[in-house]
């Protein structure tokens, strides 16, 4: 059974930093496209980024480029996300997911999330 | 870049059927999408993918009474003999080179 289990969320001053981390488990973690999709209070899901099976290929949502850093670990079966200059639009859950079907990004496992609150 | 449109509600009798609808932007409607459910305080769960030929592979352990289909531009999602945990938000999504989208949502009322 593949299991994605976030963490590394938490309350974080505007222009603050925070790293969270996502642990795989239950698949051939190298293998596989991965995502982070928030979801801020009430919203829907909103894409942020992926990173290609080896990491040389990342993606992200305009409004993170430049302040967001997808990576991932494949010894550690552990995907990142490094997020700087945090803003009060970024409180969400975040969720990772694997990119599956056969594709790079059809979402077909999920994480439960961290919650990431950026207040003062 | 794809767009997707779902209409915000729809609801729905126990025991009756509902197809909730994805709408492809134009010039878009040969995309793949996939449909997730989101319960009330959960994650999001990956239901199926569809294809523009309306073939669908569903998740591991997702019931029968759960379908796809396409037309055109349109995706669809089909429930059957709705359950009362059938009541949830509906996404679709779907995803190019350099991005993934998702529609706004369809929360699902089960009456």
């Known amino acids: 059974e593949v299991q994605l289990v976030e963490s590394g969320g938490g309350l974080v001053q505007p222009g603050g930093s925070l790293r969270l981390s996502c642990a795989a488990s239950?698949?051939?973690?190298?293998?596989?496209?991965m995502s982070w999709v928030r979801q801020a209070p009430g919203k829907g899901l909103e894409w942020v980024a992926k990173i290609k099976q080896d990491g040389s290929d990342k993606y992200y949502v305009g409004s993170v480029e430049g302040r967001f850093t997808i990576s991932r670990d494949n010894a550690k079966n552990s995907l990142y996300l490094q997020m700087n200059s945090l803003r009060a639009e970024d409180t969400a859950v975040y969720y990772c997911a694997r990119g599956g079907c056969s594709t790079t990004s059809c979402l077909d496992s999920w994480g439960q999330g961290t919650l990431v609150t950026v207040s003062s | 870049q794809v767009v997707l449109t779902q209409s915000p509600s729809a609801s729905a009798s126990l025991g009756a059927s509902v197809k909730l609808t994805c709408t492809l932007s134009?010039?878009?409607?040969?995309?793949?999408i996939a449909w997730h459910q989101q319960q009330p305080e959960k994650g999001p769960r990956f239901l199926m993918k569809v294809n523009s030929a309306g073939s669908h592979n569903k998740g591991d352990g997702i019931p029968d009474r759960f379908s796809g289909s396409s037309s055109g531009a349109e995706r669809y999602l089909t429930i059957s003999s709705l359950e009362s945990e059938d009541e949830a938000d509906y996404y679709c999504q779907t995803w190019g080179t350099a991005y993934v989208v998702f529609g706004g949502g369809t929360k699902l009322t089960v009456l």
């Open positions: 239950g698949l051939t973690f190298s293998s596989y496209w």
């Open positions: 134009s010039g878009h409607s040969s995309y793949d």
